[in-house]
């Protein structure tokens, strides 16, 4: 079974810096190109990140670039997402999810951010 | 980026009716639109890729349709376990985009 499991969530204040880590099983991560979703409170899903299966390439959305860095671990099979300057806008739940050619097919259970002074 | 316009944000039905959920695209990303379900205490669920092609453990009574830039979500008879939010998504290019949600409520 496909399990995705988010850590590192918490309060932080406007400015200073997080680490998401996403750990997975029951398949080959390796194989798999790797994303971060988020979902700010009472609004809908907004994709964040995407990074290749062997890390070569990734991808942001234009509100994190030079803020937050996607990276990978194949040997630990594990994702993270490090989170530097952070706004009160990047308060949100943030979900990891396996990227098959843009179709995340599935999703951890997330884990929640909350920048706030 | 593209824009997806989901419709309508909220949806009430009986148990055994169908209902259809609508998401434009702001230009066309030929067929590669998504579904997802999401509900409480659960992973999100992917439902449909590629516009029409059920995700393995879907359901038959979904079913997707639609390429260029008009999609629709239609789910026949619908059971107690279906009624959660549903979102629809690009996958043609980068950034992906999602549409804004349709909450789907018993009536």
């Known amino acids: 079974e496909v399990q995705l499991v988010e850590s590192g969530g918490g309060l932080v204040q406007p400015g200073r810096s997080l680490k998401l880590s996403c750990a997975a099983s029951g398949f080959t991560f390796s194989d798999y190109n790797m994303a971060w979703v988020r979902q700010a409170p009472k609004k809908g899903l907004e994709w964040v990140a995407t990074i290749s299966y062997d890390g070569s390439s990734t991808y942001y959305r234009d509100s994190v670039k030079g803020r937050f860095t996607i990276s990978r671990d194949n040997a630990k099979s594990t994702l993270y997402l490090q989170m530097d300057s952070l706004r009160s806008e990047d308060t949100a739940t943030y979900y990891c999810a396996t990227d098959a050619t843009g179709v995340m097919d599935a999703w951890g259970q997330g884990a929640s951010v909350t920048v706030s002074s | ?107």
Request: with cysteine; aromatic share 12%; hydrophobic share 25%.
């Open chain 2, 1 to 107: 980026d593209v824009q997806m316009t989901q419709s309508p944000s909220y949806l009430a039905a009986s148990p055994g009716e169908s209902v259809s959920i609508s998401c434009k695209a702001s230009k066309s990303i030929n067929t590669y639109l998504a579904w997802y379900q999401e509900k409480p205490g659960k992973t999100n669920k992917l439902l449909i890729y590629s516009g029409s092609t059920l995700q393995s453990g879907t359901p038959s009574r979904f079913s997707g349709s639609g390429s260029g830039t008009d999609f629709t979500l239609t789910i026949r008879s619908l059971e107690p376990e279906d009624f959660a939010v549903y979102y629809c998504q690009q996958h043609n290019e980068y950034p992906l985009t999602f549409g804004s949600g349709t909450k789907l409520e018993i009536k």
